[in-house]
């Protein structure tokens, strides 16, 4: 069962990591670029991507992160997460990136590297 | 989530761009918290002031926001990177950031907001009475309004406060209602704990806890230990609450936090044998603190940079009762507005390591200021690193 967190729609590469992300201390917010060594994504950019995390951590300034990633054009074109986090809903709210909340179910059945499409408004929201 | 009328108006812009994009925050954070409606809250702590946290692109965001928007409710503000009275000894510190972080600073007084740049509102104000609904993003202020305030917050994002600040109003989550579930106690197994024990306490809690947390072993720590624990658990997790319990419950999950699972916190963070320069704040230190300071370096000099944060209400306060002179006498160097995450004060081609008691400054001094974290309790600091 998926919810809604923001609207919208996008194409992309699925980029997942089992780890959550801290948004303020582990991506750069002008590369898009993981920074953090302790990530299974680390030097991995975020950049264009369907980024695939259970859930951000940390600092509430990670919300300003993702919109200055938005702004620097290296934002994911979509996040999907298992648990919405108020850092991670209310940056990709201001900043305009689809958004949604997954099962774990459906987390699992998530390919890295696999193109797959956001769409809110269909009835599968990802496919 | 179900809006009124008015906030149903306000979310398709019928009372301005302002207030639109305000509203559509609180319903993408009431979404993910599964709030069923907004309610009133008396107090937003915003965060989202350092030049070097918010960039470019959150600059010129505050610089068109506050043009228009005003806060309804009293908000108070974090940090910003520098301290403007000590900017002329610092410098490496390029024009360009101080041009924006002082118009960070300037869109947040237009906005209407108390210029604290503190990130303990707690230790400025006296708080409001018990189960007042507030909204503080700073992840160990939220926790510790929840946890030893008897406030009610999330653990807002700067976003979801700043539309707080500006509506008055936040998603009515689990963690403002009581009875918030807490399906997990940590059992702390170390005696004697000292602050940085603690700090590594809340780390670990952060990271395996869930919303709450039960902590059990634990008997009145003070308040240095307190805020270290707050700040930990902050850095690394989605909890937001924790309470002390003497007696464990059967229902809850049991956790230990021992030797091992210290060691292993304190090797994930600890990467330098000494450090170049010493940072103490962060969170920034209160007026206990500050005088429990002056006592334990009685006497004594820092061998190397001593770099000392607090709120400029607090240094205020601690000068008058006449802390700051022996600190200052010491060779400690007391800076305000700012703390020791991701301040530019901290001149990184002259700096390779850093020796801290904070776990929260560690993990930001690592990853985001780019430089290797020496561990030590304040006592061992003191011991070390004075003659």
């Known amino acids: ?127 | 989530m179900e809006l009124t009328s008015e906030e149903k108006a306000a979310l398709n812009g019928e009372h301005g761009d302002t207030l639109q994009t305000a509203y559509r925050i609180l319903v993408a954070t009431g979404e993910a918290t599964n709030a069923e409606k907004l309610i009133p809250i008396t107090w937003a702590h915003l965060s989202g002031v350092n030049y070097n946290t918010i960039g470019d692109a959150g600059e010129q965001f505050l610089r068109e926001l506050s043009k228009d928007a005003r806060v309804k409710v009293k908000a108070t503000v974090n940090p910003m990177g520098i301290d403007f009275d000590h900017i002329s000894e610092f410098n490496h510190i390029d024009d360009e950031f101080i041009k924006k972080q002082a118009s960070i600073r300037d869109s947040y007084i237009r906005m209407g907001v108390e210029p604290t740049f503190s990130c303990t509102p707690y230790d400025i104000f006296d708080l409001p009475e018990k189960n007042t609904q507030v909204s503080f993003a700073e992840s160990n202020a939220a926790i510790f309004a929840n946890s030893l305030g008897g406030l009610k917050t999330n653990k807002e994002s700067a976003f979801s406060a700043l539309a707080s600040a500006i509506t008055g109003k936040s998603p009515y989550s689990d963690l403002r209602k009581d009875n918030i579930s807490t399906p997990m106690t940590i059992r702390m197994k170390m005696d004697n704990p000292s602050e940085l024990d603690f700090g590594m306490l809340g780390f670990f809690a952060g990271k395996v806890g869930d919303t709450s947390v039960n902590i059990s072993g634990v008997s009145q720590p003070n308040r240095r230990s307190c805020k270290a624990l707050c700040g930990g658990m902050g850095t690394s997790g989605t909890c937001a609450k924790f309470q002390f319990v003497d007696t464990e419950d059967t229902t809850s999950e049991k956790v230990d936090f021992g030797k091992e699972e210290m060691n292993e916190v304190f090797d994930e963070l600890n990467t330098a044998e000494k450090g170049d320069i010493i940072t103490l704040g962060s969170p920034q230190l209160g007026l206990e603190e500050l005088s429990d300071l002056s006592k334990m370096l009685k006497g004594k000099s820092f061998e190397k940079r001593c770099m000392i944060f607090c709120s400029r209400a607090v240094q205020e306060q601690a000068r008058t009762l006449d802390y700051i002179n022996e600190i200052e006498r010491a060779g400690g160097e007391i800076l305000s507005d700012c703390c020791t995450c991701l301040t530019p004060l901290i001149d990184t081609n002259e700096t390779d390591a850093i020796t801290t008691n904070s776990i929260k400054g560690a993990y930001y001094l690592k990853n985001s200021t780019g430089v290797d974290v020496n561990l030590k309790p304040l006592a061992k600091i003191i011991e070390d690193e004075t003659k």
């Not at chain 1, 997954?102 to 408004?121: C, P, R």
């Open chain 1, 1 to 127: 069962m998926s919810k809604i967190i923001v609207q919208g729609m996008a194409q992309g590469t699925v980029l997942k990591t089992t780890s959550p992300i801290n948004f303020l201390g582990a991506v750069d917010k002008k590369t898009g670029t993981i920074r953090d060594e302790k990530y299974d994504i680390f030097k991995k950019s975020i950049k264009d991507t369907i980024l695939v995390f259970p859930h951000g951590i940390g600092s509430s300034v990670g919300a300003y992160t993702i919109y200055s990633l938005k702004s620097n054009n290296s934002a994911p074109v979509a996040m999907i997460c298992t648990k919405a986090d108020l850092t991670v809903a209310s940056g990709c709210a201001l900043a305009n990136i689809p958004m949604i909340v997954v099962s774990n179910e459906e987390f699992n059945s998530i390919q890295d590297g696999n193109k797959i499409t956001v769409d809110t408004k269909s009835e599968n929201i990802f496919n």
